[in-house]
């Protein structure tokens, strides 16, 4: 992607940080959050907490840099909130976090509002399995359906309706599933 995209991103990322330190006292003891990007898919960013990283869709900034300016304010209030308050979602913490770092206190952008078009990511096809006697109905990933069918598995398990899922109760319907 552009170098110099990734530079003013970089640069918003290292800005809203400190002010996140400055603001949260408790916080300035962390380390530094590792940013990463990425270009496929309809997220514009995502905090993983557990790898400590703020990751930002190189592909969406360059269509939308006020976006994704939003977008970094809101992956470092989850890196904060949880750190701060042990948040992990998009609860009252979260939101004011994210106000005070300069964000819109918002969960998600929209991408026709925003006039910005991702780039495909993985996509599958999925597969639709009705028990006769239930008919309750499972969407199957590939791996599992294709075992099904060749026979690695005799039955599958819908824990959720505690239904047993087998062959034959393949309905013949698919869908694509995935980014993009």
């Not at 916080?27 to 959050?33: N, S």
């Not at 905090?47 to 976006?67: C, F, H, P, T």
């Not at 993985?122 to 791996?143: D, F, L, Q, V």
């Amino acid at each position: 992607m552009n170098p110099t995209i990734r530079a003013e991103m970089t640069a918003e990322f290292q800005r809203v940080e400190a002010l996140a330190r400055e603001l949260f006292p408790q916080y300035r003891t962390a380390r530094v959050p590792r940013l990463t990007f990425f270009i496929k898919g309809r997220n514009a960013g995502v905090a993983k907490l557990g790898d400590w990283e703020v990751s930002i869709n190189e592909y969406l900034g360059a269509q939308n840099r006020d976006m994704i300016f939003n977008t970094i304010s809101h992956e470092i209030a989850h890196i904060v909130a949880f750190y701060v308050y042990a948040d992990r979602g998009h609860g009252a913490h979260w939101k004011r976090v994210h106000r005070m770092l300069g964000g819109t206190g918002e969960r998600c952008y929209n991408a026709e509002e925003n006039n910005v078009s991702p780039l495909a990511g993985r996509r599958t096809n999925w597969y639709m399995y009705r028990c006769p006697n239930t008919g309750i109905e499972s969407w199957i990933g590939p791996k599992f359906h294709s075992g099904l069918q060749m026979g690695k598995y005799s039955s599958l398990q819908n824990v959720k309706h505690n239904v047993r899922i087998e062959r034959s109760h393949f309905t013949g319907q698919s869908k694509v599933k995935g980014a993009g």
